[in-house]
C-alpha cells in the first residue's frame, strides 16, 4: 500500500513443531495505528519481535520505513521505539535518572523532564525504578521508548496487569502514536485505525474496528445458558438471528433487534420443556467475532 511505515510478506517463525507465524501478510501505513489482536500463542510478539528487529523470521520480507533489518538495523534502531511486555530497567536508578539515560543514546528528542511530564510521572521524579507501582513502572517504559522521538512506535500488551486507572493514562499516551499488539477489546477498539486478527500464525480478520464487527452480521448478541443445554436448531426460527456460537457452557446468538429476539428465545426454551438459567445481552464486539470465527476467547491459551 502507498505510504507503508511497516510491511511484511509470507512471514514464518516456526520453533520446532510450533508454527509460531505461518506465511503472515501485513501492511501498516503512515499514521496509522495498528492493532495486531489474538489470544495468547496466536503468535503476536513473535511478530512484532519480527518487524523490530529482535528475532530472524525463517522466511519472508519484512521492511520498517522502507528498509530492511539486514541492511539499515543501526538507522532504524534510531527511528523506532519499543516497550515490550516487560521491561526490565535498573532499579536503583531513579526516574528522571532513567530517562535522561535513554535519551542519551539517541541523536535528537525530547527533553526528559517534559517527558516525565507526559507521562504523569512528576511527583516519582526522583523515586527509585524499584519503587514505582506497575502502571507507573509501564508510564516509564513508554516514555524509554519515546524519548529518541520515534517515527514508529511498538507496544506489546502495554497495559496487561494494570489497574484501570493506569490504562486510561497509557491509552491516552498509545493514542498520540502508532502501533500495539494487545488482547484487550475495549482498548483495540478504542484506539485502533484497523485491526488485524491472528491465530494459531495465520490472519483470520482485518480491517476497522467496525468493518470487523459488522461481519456479525448483526448490531446485539445474546448470551444465555439453559438446563438442559439445547441443541443450536431451537433458535434458528427466532426472527433477527444471524446465528449462534457456543461460548464455553453458554450459546451466544447474533441478533438485530434484542426486544424482538429475547421473547422469541423465552418462549423456545420454555417450549423445549428446559429452564433458562441465565440471560445477558451486549453490543457486539472484536471478542463475539472472535468467538464466531474460532470457537475460543480471546483469552484462552
Known amino acids: 500500500m502507498p505510504g507503508e511505515a511497516v510491511s511484511c510478506r509470507g512471514l514464518k517463525k516456526y520453533y520446532a513443531d510450533v508454527k509460531a507465524v505461518d506465511g503472515l501478510d501485513l501492511s501498516v501505513g503512515n499514521g496509522e495505528c495498528f492493532g495486531l489482536l489474538g489470544p495468547n500463542g496466536a503468535g503476536k510478539t513473535t511478530t512484532i519481535e519480527i518487524l523490530e528487529g529482535l528475532t530472524v523470521p525463517d522466511d519472508g520480507q519484512v521492511e520498517v ?3 530492511t533489518w539486514k541492511q539499515n538495523e543501526r538507522r532504524l534502531r534510531e527511528r523506532i521505539g519499543i516497550s515490550l511486555q516487560e521491561t526490565q530497567l535498573s532499579e536503583k536508578l531513579t ?10 543514546f539517541y541523536p535528537a528528542g525530547p527533553d526528559p523532564d517534559s517527558l516525565i511530564h507526559d507521562m ?10 524499584g519503587k514505582l507501582s506497575g502502571g507507573q513502572k509501564q508510564r516509564l517504559a513508554a516514555a524509554c521508548a519515546l524519548v529518541g522521538d520515534p517515527d514508529i512506535l511498538f507496544l506489546d500488551e502495554p497495559t496487561t496487569g494494570l489497574d484501570p ?6 491509552w491516552e499516551v498509545v493514542a498520540k502514536f502508532r502501533s500495539l499488539t494487545t488482547h484487550y477489546m475495549e482498548e483495540a477498539e478504542r484506539l485502533c485505525d484497523r485491526i488485524a486478527i491472528v491465530d494459531h500464525g495465520h490472519l483470520i480478520a482485518l480491517g476497522t474496528p467496525k468493518e470487523l464487527i459488522a461481519k456479525l452480521e448483526a448490531p446485539n448478541i445474546i448470551e ?8 443450536p436448531d431451537t433458535f434458528q426460527d427466532i426472527p ?14 447474533r441478533v438485530d433487534s434484542l426486544a424482538e429476539a429475547v421473547p422469541q428465545l423465552i418462549a423456545a426454551v420454555e417450549e423445549s420443556g428446559a429452564k433458562l438459567v441465565t440471560l445477558s445481552t451486549h453490543a457486539a464486539t472484536l471478542e463475539d467475532l472472535f ?5 475460543r476467547e480471546l483469552r484462552d491459551a
Do not use: I, Y
Not at 444465555?224 to 441443541?231: I, M, W
Not at 433477527?240 to 446468538?253: E, K
Open 65 to 67: 520505513l522502507g528498509m
Open 95 to 104: 526516574v528522571h535518572e532513567t530517562v535522561r539515560l535513554f535519551r542519551s
Open 120 to 129: 504523569s510521572l512528576d511527583e516519582k521524579r526522583n523515586s527509585r525504578v
Open 165 to 170: 486507572q493506569s490504562r486510561l493514562q497509557l
Open 224 to 231: 444465555f445458558t439453559s438446563d438442559p443445554a439445547l441443541p
Open 240 to 253: 433477527g438471528c444471524h446465528g449462534c456460537s457456543p461460548r464455553g457452557n453458554a450459546w451466544q446468538l
Open 291 to 295: 468467538v464466531s470465527l474460532t470457537g
